[in-house]
């Protein structure tokens, strides 16, 4: 499914102009030449190249669309995200038993001044939230693989900086 924030390549044959890399906007709309406001959140690419291929017929005959995702980034409930002190913070797809070693490998690891140690992981929505001290220093520096721990959709991993 299509969600916010993926990224899109629109390709409809023999009209480059109308063809596009787009990103879903944070609404779960988007728009290409000729084609305004079209929900893309919740459909399959091939749901969506119907839907485009739907509007553009008013104007192109018989047009042909298809509609690839580049970059998915997936519905917020099934997103990690990691904030903070990352090297590079952001919200990843998650993945079938993803533990917080995959996710900071994919953000970079820690920044320089990042308290690893210290490191919170909030699971669920509030106000039934629950909070979990997670070791990420001491897994990405040490190798303690008892600081691994698994993840779920949803959950969102916060790094302080450290005070010194």
Known sequence: ???PGDSLDVFVWGQPDLSRSIVVRP???LTLPLVTDLVAA???P??????ITEQLQTYVQNPVVSVMVVNF????????RVVGEAATPKALQYRDRMTTLDAMIEVGGL??????????LVRGQPPEAKSYRVR????????????NVPLMPGDVLIIPQSWF
């Open 1 to 3: 499914m299509v969600g």
């Open 27 to 29: 609404d779960g709309r």
């Open 42 to 44: 919740g459909k399959t």
């Open 46 to 51: 091939s749901e969506l190249s119907a839907a």
């Open 73 to 80: 980034a997936g519905p917020f409930d099934k997103q990690v």
């Open 111 to 120: 920044k320089q001044f990042a308290a690893g140690n210290r490191a919170v």
């Open 136 to 147: 990420l220093e001491d897994l990405m520096n040490d190798g303690d693989i008892t600081a």
